[in-house]
């Protein structure tokens, strides 16, 4: 078989590829199973926030099966593409122009997982989204991105078609690695999500696909062609800017003037085009720019253009990152700095990824409980990523909320709330991970030294409650379906559920000695999750009330408690 033979072949190859990625992409509008069809009501009442990912069960749903299930098939999926591309760099480890049975071996390897995962969404659903967080998914994508803004520096340059000296060393080394973590970021998200049939979600497997195809073709002039390269890059804009569209957690500006600015800064050099060709595509970007921020056809304000910025911003100081961190790492002189650095990061990564798999299950509130909530006219509301307050025109009692673990603290919101409206400062406190015990003192720094102080605490939030409790000026501590792990003077006053497993526990009842001053009352039918407002917890005894309903009774037990004096 001679050179052009072998063209036609991976020419053949390529377009077959390209065709089953929009067939494969399509058949998700087959999708016999949606997450509409595992709720009662719209899931995206469940929605808290631009770190939230509408589409995975809630805790309480969540099955170990989806959990393990899914783990196991990215990592075989991830293992046998790193295994085929390793022989692949053995059976060619020079670039030709043909193809070698391992590129046909990866392909039908993605294909094989493309269809397990749709077999795996219609049966369990749930992906890896179960436990890791949205940005994980994303952040490993803006990597791949600028990795490719290193990789082609010395072909298109980083800055309007100028090359950046950046080490060689660093650029060697992102050479010679990029495969890997691009396989590694490219499939993690193909896991990260279940194949749900929305516009955002076929685009952004579609996406994948090309990506599936791009690792595919590895060591062939497929692997280098500008055109498709550009096209992997731009994507993005496109499936960035429709997910912000849908999901409205995010501008859709922002993508889309974003990516099209590193496409306008850097890109577009890259596709040989002549400069005045060039100019007049910017300058007309820059045009349509202005004019969508100048306030003229819609609601924008011009202090809104750092929007297109942002994106940009963090790709472009993240090359210079990587590659001077790389720098330096290679430079390090002793191996044992090396080894001892690599020892702290490897800790310090592993004990933060470890948490975040952990409490990415936090159970959140229940979307009918901000309806719920009435707040008196002389009550401000005010927050920060530490806290949410709740403060009356004025105040003798303040009281600090401390959630239970791996809780969303806004579920003690109606709490807070309807306790605040007795003319008490209420602030719910928002720990690390949603664990208080990670910030046992974070509360202190609530307490006020002319005010009545009283620590409220749920489950785990009670124990560090009990903590917090020490400092002097704490006045009285109340636990919601938890016990105090110390021994007080000041008033303790214990709330529990008839049906909580706590009642079955001697620790419970051994507190108890060490309290001086103590107040027990036992709701009937409560239970333990319905101290906040989250709904059922797994694990746990249904209660035999509504989740309002023993909320209700909870404050009216607390106000009354704290009017009565403490007893």
């Not at 073709?217 to 800017?241: C, D, P, W």
Request: proline share 3%; glycine share 6%.
């Amino acid at each position: 078989m001679n050179l052009g033979d072998d063209m036609k072949k991976l020419d053949k190859l390529f377009i077959y590829a390209l065709i089953g990625a929009v067939l494969l992409s399509l058949a998700i509008l087959l999708m016999p199973t949606s997450i509409n069809d595992f709720f009662d009501v719209d899931p995206a009442l469940y929605d808290n926030g631009f770190n939230y990912y509408l589409w995975k069960f809630r805790a309480v749903d969540q099955s170990m099966t989806a959990k393990v299930s899914a783990w196991v098939l990215f990592f075989l999926h991830f293992g046998t593409v790193g295994y085929f591309m390793q022989k692949l760099k053995e059976d060619q480890p020079n670039k030709v122009d043909g193809v070698s049975k391992y590129n046909i071996y990866l392909l039908l390897t993605n294909v094989v997982f493309i269809i397990l995962h749709y077999i795996h969404t219609v049966t369990v659903y749930d992906a890896l989204a179960q436990d890791t967080p949205v940005w994980s998914s994303q952040g490993s994508v803006i990597v791949m991105l600028v990795l490719i803004l290193i990789i082609e520096n010395r072909r298109r340059g980083l800055f309007f078609g100028k090359k950046v000296p950046l080490p060689k060393e660093s650029t060697r080394a992102v050479m010679k690695y990029h495969g890997i973590y691009i396989s590694l970021a490219t499939i993690f998200t193909f896991w990260y999500h279940p194949m749900e049939n929305t516009v955002s979600h076929i685009i952004g497997f579609f996406y994948m696909y090309l990506l599936f195809i791009q690792m595919s073709f590895s060591r062939t002039k497929i692997h280098q062609n500008k055109y498709f390269n550009l096209s992997l890059e731009v994507t993005v804009l496109i499936h960035g800017t429709l997910v912000a569209l849908t999901t409205q957690n995010a501008p859709f500006a922002m993508f889309l003037f974003g990516f099209a600015t590193i496409f306008f800064v850097t890109q577009i050099y890259g596709i040989g085009l002549k400069k005045n060709v060039i100019h007049i595509l910017q300058a007309i970007f820059v045009i349509i720019a202005l004019l969508t921020y100048s306030g003229l056809f819609n609601d924008n304000e011009f202090f809104m253009i750092n929007e297109v910025i942002r994106i940009p911003f963090i790709e472009y100081v993240l090359v210079f990152v990587f590659v001077y961190g790389i720098y330096a790492w290679i430079k390090i002189p002793n191996k044992w700095y090396k080894l001892v650095f690599k020892i702290i990061i490897i800790t310090f990564v592993s004990l933060n990824t470890l948490l975040i798999v952990y409490t990415m299950s936090s159970y959140q509130p229940l979307p009918q409980m901000e309806d719920l909530i009435v707040l008196d006219g002389n009550i401000t509301e005010s927050s920060d990523s530490n806290s949410y307050t709740y403060t009356p025109d004025s105040y003798e009692i303040n009281i600090i909320i401390i959630p239970g673990g791996k809780v969303n603290p806004d579920s003690y919101k109606y709490l807070a709330a309807n306790i605040a409206n007795e003319d008490y400062k209420v602030t719910i406190i928002y720990p690390h991970y949603n664990l208080a015990i990670l910030q046992p003192n974070q509360a202190k720094k609530y307490l006020e030294d002319d005010k009545t102080n009283i620590i409220i605490g749920h489950s785990l939030g009670g124990a560090v409650g009990s903590m917090v409790a020490e400092d002097e000026r704490v006045d009285s501590l109340i636990l919601l379906g938890s016990y105090s792990v110390n021994e007080f003077d000041i008033p303790v006053f214990n709330i529990t559920g008839s049906n909580e497993v706590l009642l079955e526990n001697e620790k419970y009842y051994d507190s108890f000695d060490g309290l001086s001053n103590h107040k027990e009352i036992i709701i009937g039918g409560g239970g333990h999750a319905f101290f906040g407002f989250y709904g059922e917890q797994k694990g746990m005894p249904s209660a035999d009330i509504s989740n309002q309903d023993q909320q209700d009774i909870v404050i009216d037990l607390i106000i009354n408690y704290i009017k009565d004096g403490f007893k």
